[in-house]
């Protein structure tokens, strides 16, 4: 069983950048995409971003497209969300999975709580 440990979370000011970390235990890693999810009180959580197995692709959702990138790397079972230009709408619980199209694939671990405001 696949865990996943989010960190980096934070309380900023909008106009902030902020560098989130998710750790996989385990060997399948390397081999499955990655994405980033959040969830906003009071709405379904969403795919935000999305990196290949190899790092060589990325997707974005359009509320973030221009301001975060999604990295990894393979050798750490880590996965990254650089996010800059934060808005308050950005204010969510992000989680980090495994992902086939838009689906998860393992069990959620705890997210890390993204806090945007003055």
């Not at 900023?12 to 999810?37: E, K």
């Not at 974005?60 to 230009?85: E, H, I, P």
């Not at 980090?96 to 945007?116: E, F, H, K, S």
Request: charged letters at 15%; a positive charge; aromatic letters at 8%.
């Amino acid at each position: 069983q696949v865990q996943l440990v989010e960190s980096g979370g934070d309380m900023v000011q909008p106009g902030g950048s902020l560098r989130l970390s998710c750790a996989a235990s385990g060997n399948a890693f390397s081999i499955n995409a990655m994405g980033w999810y959040r969830r906003a009180p009071g709405k379904q959580r969403e795919l935000v971003a999305r990196i290949s197995s190899s790092g060589g692709s990325t997707n974005y959702a359009d509320s973030v497209k221009g301001r975060f990138t999604v990295s990894r790397d393979n050798a750490k079972n880590t996965v990254y969300l650089q996010m800059n230009s934060l808005k308050p709408d950005d204010t969510a619980v992000y989680y980090c999975n495994a992902v086939r199209n838009t689906i998860p694939l393992w069990t959620w671990g705890q997210g890390t709580q993204v806090t945007v405001s003055s």
